[in-house]
């Protein structure tokens, strides 16, 4: 039997419902997912009221996961990718209806002329992953990935479907932004995020801090694709559908916005209370009310051509309509992580919020112990 490790941090006790489901993750998990360590969060009107952690950081049991310790929240990290593009909307640097080939005219090849920023950001633009198969060290060279992308047809017709990219988005994304904005994302997120609002994120994260970082027992089988066909293959089952051949340490170093974020869920739920709270994160407005309802306003909704569900894509977040996933108000949006992390806000509520953990499940969206801990802050609000 599992046991109970000391659980640490702020749960007013009007909440003990949401650190007795913490705990019960531990002991008693859905599905057998016992956690090894995790992190919950959540800020209501921008502030935090909820952060619960527990657990061991390495798989010795030897190091706590602390408070500052950092977690991988693989595409959790998009909400933030989201954010970003969003910021360069509300300086004019870039339209989400505008073609993304005006920024980037190489891009505008092979049939991609017409694709908008808006359907780049919703996963309609057709490249979730290579047509041919690469070697997975490619990912590391950034300038490499660009050139395929941008010569590449896309796969299905643009604006006609959704289809996840689980890690090219993070190079489209990051190129569009770097070519609007100047920067890279890693770089903004620390500039115009991490360093004035004291928040402990990071795109590339800095040798230095690799010490931090917990470490992951990854899943025990597979996520389920449903009927597999060749978007889905180069998604996710290709030899090159995700980076590798490389170290941990260099992997953590570069900057994929879809897919390397490391930080904590405390930050996560902090920066997603820009969403919830009318474009305001600590007060200071960061993006404009037009801005925000142009980010999280539906921009198709169907049938995925790449994950097994009904989705409802904003400009780079998953909507709550019909996945009921991020709590119970439709308007809520989010995205999920590579093994059961997530991060959401819900502007109803003025509510965000965000789960990281280190042992990872096969579940795509809607971790299992995810859904309690949500549940749980429902239930009792």
Request: charged share 20%.
């Amino acid at each position: 039997m599992t046991s109970l490790p000391d659980i640490h941090g702020v749960c007013p006790a009007r909440f003990a419902a949401v650190k007795d489901a913490f705990a019960a993750n531990f002991i008693d998990a859905p599905e057998g997912l016992n956690e090894q360590a995790a992190r919950f969060s959540v800020c209501v009107e921008g502030e935090v009221v909820i952060d619960l952690w527990g657990g061991w950081a390495d798989a010795a049991r030897t190091v706590a996961y602390g408070e500052t310790t950092l977690t991988p929240v693989f595409s959790t990290g998009k909400a933030v990718m989201a954010l970003l593009i969003a910021t360069a909307v509300e300086r004019g640097l870039l339209a989400y209806d505008e073609a993304v080939a005006t920024a980037w005219p190489a891009f505008g090849q092979a049939g991609k002329e017409r694709i908008t920023v808006a359907q780049m950001m919703s996963h309609q633009a057709g490249l979730p992953g290579f047509s041919e198969t690469v070697d997975p060290t490619l990912w590391f060279d950034r300038q490499a990935v660009l050139d395929r992308l941008a010569a590449q047809a896309p796969m299905w017709p643009p604006g006609t479907a959704s289809g996840y990219h689980p890690i090219t988005i993070g190079f489209l994304a990051g190129e569009l932004f770097r070519l609007a904005d100047g920067r890279s994302m890693g770089t903004a997120l620390r500039e115009d995020f991490a360093a004035p609002f004291g928040l402990d994120l990071w795109i590339g994260l800095p040798e230095a801090e690799h010490g931090r970082v917990a470490s992951l027992r990854k899943p025990a089988s597979a996520p389920d694709l449903g009927t597999l066909d060749a978007v889905k293959t180069a998604a996710f089952l290709d030899k090159g559908s995700a980076p590798g051949g490389r170290g941990s340490t260099e992997w953590r170093t570069i900057e994929i916005p879809s897919a390397n974020l490391h930080g904590t869920a405390r930050d996560l739920a902090r920066i997603m209370g820009g969403l919830a709270n009318g474009g305001h994160l600590d007060g200071q407005p960061v993006l404009s009310p037009g801005v925000l309802a142009e980010m999280l306003r539906e921009r198709i909704h169907g049938r995925d051509k790449v994950v097994p569900f009904d989705v409802s894509w904003a400009a780079g977040l998953m909507r709550n309509e019909g996945l009921h996933i991020f709590g119970p108000n439709p308007t809520a949006v989010g995205h999920c992580g590579w093994g059961g992390s997530c991060a959401f806000a819900d502007p109803d509520a003025r509510v965000s919020g965000a789960y990281v953990m280190t042992r990872q499940s096969p579940h795509l969206i809607g971790d299992p112990r995810a859904q309690r801990l949500i549940e749980a802050f429902y239930g009792v609000v």
